[in-house]
Protein backbone atom coordinates (compact mmCIF):
# COMPACT_ATOMS: atom_id res chain seq x y z
CA UNK A 1 0.00 0.00 0.00
CA UNK A 2 1.73 3.07 -0.71
CA UNK A 3 1.89 5.63 1.82
CA UNK A 4 1.05 9.40 2.03
CA UNK A 5 2.96 11.57 -0.42
CA UNK A 6 4.45 14.92 0.15
CA UNK A 7 6.43 17.23 -1.93
CA UNK A 8 8.55 18.85 -2.15
CA UNK A 9 10.94 17.23 0.48
CA UNK A 10 12.40 20.62 0.96
CA UNK A 11 12.40 24.31 0.24
CA UNK A 12 14.31 27.43 0.84
CA UNK A 13 12.54 30.74 0.28
CA UNK A 14 13.04 34.50 1.50
CA UNK A 15 10.58 36.13 3.64
CA UNK A 16 7.70 37.73 2.23
CA UNK A 17 8.07 35.28 -1.06
CA UNK A 18 4.98 32.38 -1.05
CA UNK A 19 5.24 28.98 -0.99
CA UNK A 20 3.36 26.09 -1.63
CA UNK A 21 2.93 22.17 -0.36
CA UNK A 22 1.45 19.39 -2.04
CA UNK A 23 0.29 16.28 -0.21
CA UNK A 24 -1.55 13.08 -1.97
CA UNK A 25 -3.37 10.79 0.65
CA UNK A 26 -3.50 6.82 1.27
CA UNK A 27 -6.34 5.92 -1.28
CA UNK A 28 -9.82 5.83 0.02
CA UNK A 29 -9.22 7.89 3.59
CA UNK A 30 -11.40 10.76 3.16
CA UNK A 31 -9.58 12.62 6.51
CA UNK A 32 -6.65 14.73 4.93
CA UNK A 33 -4.73 16.63 7.94
CA UNK A 34 -2.11 19.33 7.69
CA UNK A 35 0.07 19.73 10.88
CA UNK A 36 3.00 22.32 11.38
CA UNK A 37 5.93 21.05 12.96
CA UNK A 38 8.60 23.55 14.51
CA UNK A 39 11.95 22.61 15.48
CA UNK A 40 11.78 21.08 19.51
CA UNK A 41 7.72 21.01 19.46
CA UNK A 42 5.36 18.33 18.28
CA UNK A 43 3.26 18.80 15.39
CA UNK A 44 0.16 20.89 16.01
CA UNK A 45 -2.72 20.59 13.54
CA UNK A 46 -3.27 23.57 11.29
CA UNK A 47 -6.32 22.13 9.26
CA UNK A 48 -8.38 19.46 8.89
CA UNK A 49 -10.17 18.19 5.53
CA UNK A 50 -12.95 15.66 5.28
CA UNK A 51 -13.41 15.18 1.71
CA UNK A 52 -13.45 18.07 0.10
CA UNK A 53 -14.63 20.23 2.92
CA UNK A 54 -13.22 21.98 6.19
CA UNK A 55 -13.71 20.13 9.48
CA UNK A 56 -11.14 22.50 11.38
CA UNK A 57 -9.07 25.27 10.93
CA UNK A 58 -9.19 26.93 14.06
CA UNK A 59 -5.11 26.79 14.36
CA UNK A 60 -4.50 28.11 10.74
CA UNK A 61 -2.76 31.42 10.74
CA UNK A 62 -5.48 32.69 7.90
CA UNK A 63 -3.71 35.92 7.09
CA UNK A 64 -1.23 34.15 5.25
CA UNK A 65 -1.87 30.63 5.26
CA UNK A 66 -4.49 28.74 2.70
CA UNK A 67 -5.35 25.05 1.53
CA UNK A 68 -7.92 23.33 -0.34
CA UNK A 69 -9.05 19.98 -1.30
CA UNK A 70 -10.87 20.74 -4.48
CA UNK A 71 -11.90 16.87 -5.59
CA UNK A 72 -11.17 15.55 -2.24
CA UNK A 73 -8.20 13.99 -3.03
CA UNK A 74 -4.74 15.93 -3.14
CA UNK A 75 -4.23 18.56 -1.36
CA UNK A 76 -2.42 21.92 -1.10
CA UNK A 77 -1.35 24.42 1.49
CA UNK A 78 0.02 27.79 0.67
CA UNK A 79 1.73 29.73 2.41
CA UNK A 80 1.87 34.02 1.24
CA UNK A 81 3.53 36.15 2.18
CA UNK A 82 6.39 33.86 3.98
CA UNK A 83 7.47 34.69 7.67
CA UNK A 84 10.83 34.26 9.22
CA UNK A 85 8.47 31.83 12.15
CA UNK A 86 6.88 29.54 9.36
CA UNK A 87 10.56 27.84 9.27
CA UNK A 88 9.04 24.43 10.07
CA UNK A 89 8.23 20.82 9.04
CA UNK A 90 4.95 20.58 7.09
CA UNK A 91 3.40 17.18 7.39
CA UNK A 92 0.31 15.93 6.22
CA UNK A 93 -1.50 12.71 7.17
CA UNK A 94 -4.47 11.01 6.75
CA UNK A 95 -7.11 8.68 7.86
CA UNK A 96 -10.03 6.24 7.25
CA UNK A 97 -13.19 7.81 8.71
CA UNK A 98 -16.22 5.50 8.67
CA UNK A 99 -19.29 7.30 10.10
CA UNK A 100 -18.21 9.33 13.36
CA UNK A 101 -15.55 6.94 14.12
CA UNK A 102 -11.66 8.26 12.86
CA UNK A 103 -9.50 5.42 12.45
CA UNK A 104 -5.25 5.50 12.86
CA UNK A 105 -3.92 8.47 10.99
CA UNK A 106 -0.88 7.92 8.20
CA UNK A 107 1.77 10.59 8.18
CA UNK A 108 3.51 11.60 4.96
CA UNK A 109 7.48 12.66 5.60
CA UNK A 110 6.85 16.05 5.41
CA UNK A 111 8.02 19.20 3.94
CA UNK A 112 10.88 21.05 5.57
CA UNK A 113 11.05 24.50 5.27
CA UNK A 114 13.54 27.28 5.75
CA UNK A 115 12.24 31.01 5.47
CA UNK A 116 15.17 33.19 5.54
CA UNK B 1 -8.57 20.97 26.82
CA UNK B 2 -7.09 18.09 26.70
CA UNK B 3 -3.21 17.77 27.05
CA UNK B 4 -0.42 16.17 27.11
CA UNK B 5 3.69 16.57 29.25
CA UNK B 6 6.35 14.45 27.98
CA UNK B 7 8.65 14.98 31.22
CA UNK B 8 11.92 14.25 29.76
CA UNK B 9 13.03 16.55 26.77
CA UNK B 10 16.11 13.60 26.09
CA UNK B 11 16.67 10.16 27.57
CA UNK B 12 19.91 8.55 27.41
CA UNK B 13 20.46 4.66 27.52
CA UNK B 14 23.15 1.87 26.94
CA UNK B 15 22.21 -0.47 24.10
CA UNK B 16 20.41 -3.55 26.42
CA UNK B 17 19.08 -1.69 29.08
CA UNK B 18 15.46 -0.79 29.91
CA UNK B 19 13.85 2.29 28.34
CA UNK B 20 11.23 4.56 30.46
CA UNK B 21 9.97 7.53 28.53
CA UNK B 22 7.48 9.38 30.99
CA UNK B 23 4.05 11.04 29.99
CA UNK B 24 1.11 12.64 31.81
CA UNK B 25 -2.06 13.34 30.74
CA UNK B 26 -5.03 15.63 31.36
CA UNK B 27 -8.49 15.19 29.50
CA UNK B 28 -12.11 16.02 31.04
CA UNK B 29 -13.16 12.64 29.70
CA UNK B 30 -11.65 9.05 29.40
CA UNK B 31 -9.06 9.86 26.68
CA UNK B 32 -7.34 7.65 23.71
CA UNK B 33 -3.63 7.77 24.18
CA UNK B 34 -1.06 7.41 21.82
CA UNK B 35 2.98 7.14 21.12
CA UNK B 36 4.33 7.98 18.18
CA UNK B 37 7.95 7.92 16.86
CA UNK B 38 9.87 9.78 14.43
CA UNK B 39 12.96 8.58 13.04
CA UNK B 40 15.05 11.53 11.43
CA UNK B 41 14.07 12.34 7.75
CA UNK B 42 11.09 10.07 8.03
CA UNK B 43 7.32 10.36 8.71
CA UNK B 44 5.70 9.53 11.77
CA UNK B 45 4.98 6.18 13.03
CA UNK B 46 2.40 4.77 15.00
CA UNK B 47 3.65 2.99 18.24
CA UNK B 48 0.94 1.78 20.58
CA UNK B 49 -2.46 2.77 21.63
CA UNK B 50 -4.90 3.18 24.42
CA UNK B 51 -8.89 3.07 23.68
CA UNK B 52 -10.53 2.59 26.67
CA UNK B 53 -9.85 -1.29 26.47
CA UNK B 54 -6.53 -3.40 28.47
CA UNK B 55 -4.49 -0.83 30.42
CA UNK B 56 -1.54 -2.58 29.43
CA UNK B 57 -1.04 -1.78 25.53
CA UNK B 58 1.64 -3.82 24.13
CA UNK B 59 2.79 -2.29 20.25
CA UNK B 60 5.89 -3.02 17.76
CA UNK B 61 9.29 -2.91 18.34
CA UNK B 62 8.70 -4.60 21.67
CA UNK B 63 7.75 -1.55 23.25
CA UNK B 64 4.56 -0.95 25.45
CA UNK B 65 2.76 1.23 27.41
CA UNK B 66 0.59 1.09 31.25
CA UNK B 67 -2.51 3.41 30.99
CA UNK B 68 -2.90 5.03 34.93
CA UNK B 69 -6.04 6.66 35.64
CA UNK B 70 -4.95 7.44 39.12
CA UNK B 71 -1.68 8.72 37.87
CA UNK B 72 -3.16 10.23 34.49
CA UNK B 73 -0.36 8.76 33.14
CA UNK B 74 0.58 6.68 30.24
CA UNK B 75 4.75 5.59 30.42
CA UNK B 76 6.72 4.32 27.45
CA UNK B 77 8.65 1.54 28.06
CA UNK B 78 11.20 -1.25 26.55
CA UNK B 79 12.85 -4.09 28.47
CA UNK B 80 16.18 -3.85 26.47
CA UNK B 81 17.21 -1.17 23.90
CA UNK B 82 18.49 -1.53 20.47
CA UNK B 83 20.36 1.00 18.28
CA UNK B 84 17.46 1.25 15.75
CA UNK B 85 15.41 2.57 18.94
CA UNK B 86 17.15 6.03 19.07
CA UNK B 87 14.30 8.87 17.60
CA UNK B 88 11.94 11.21 18.46
CA UNK B 89 9.09 10.19 20.82
CA UNK B 90 5.60 11.69 20.90
CA UNK B 91 3.08 11.19 23.63
CA UNK B 92 -0.08 12.28 21.88
CA UNK B 93 -3.72 12.16 23.24
CA UNK B 94 -7.01 12.33 20.82
CA UNK B 95 -9.93 14.61 21.21
CA UNK B 96 -13.34 13.80 18.88
CA UNK B 97 -13.84 17.64 17.30
CA UNK B 98 -17.65 17.28 15.33
CA UNK B 99 -17.05 13.67 15.24
CA UNK B 100 -13.19 13.63 13.76
CA UNK B 101 -10.14 12.54 15.55
CA UNK B 102 -8.02 15.68 16.75
CA UNK B 103 -4.47 14.75 17.72
CA UNK B 104 -2.71 17.01 20.41
CA UNK B 105 1.02 16.23 20.53
CA UNK B 106 3.39 16.33 23.27
CA UNK B 107 6.75 17.96 22.92
CA UNK B 108 8.49 15.20 22.46
CA UNK B 109 11.43 12.65 23.91
CA UNK B 110 14.96 12.04 22.04
CA UNK B 111 15.77 8.87 23.04
CA UNK B 112 19.70 8.39 22.41
CA UNK B 113 21.22 4.92 23.03
CA UNK B 114 25.03 4.46 22.84
CA UNK B 115 26.79 1.61 22.28
Known amino acids: EAGVAQSPRYKIIEKRQSVAFWCNPI?????LYWYQQILGQGPKLLIQFQNNGVVDDSQLPKDRFSAERLKGVDSTLKIQPAKLEDSAVYLC??????????????FGPGTRLTVT | AQSVTQLDSHVSVSEGTPVLLRCNYS??????LFWYVQHPNKGLQLLLKYTSAATLVKGINGFEAEFKKSETSFHLTKPSAHMSDAAEYFCVVSGVNTGFQKLVFGTGTRLLVSP
Open chain 1, 93 to 106: ASSFQEGHHSYEQY
Open chain 2, 27 to 32: SSYSPS
Open chain 1, 27 to 31: SGHAT
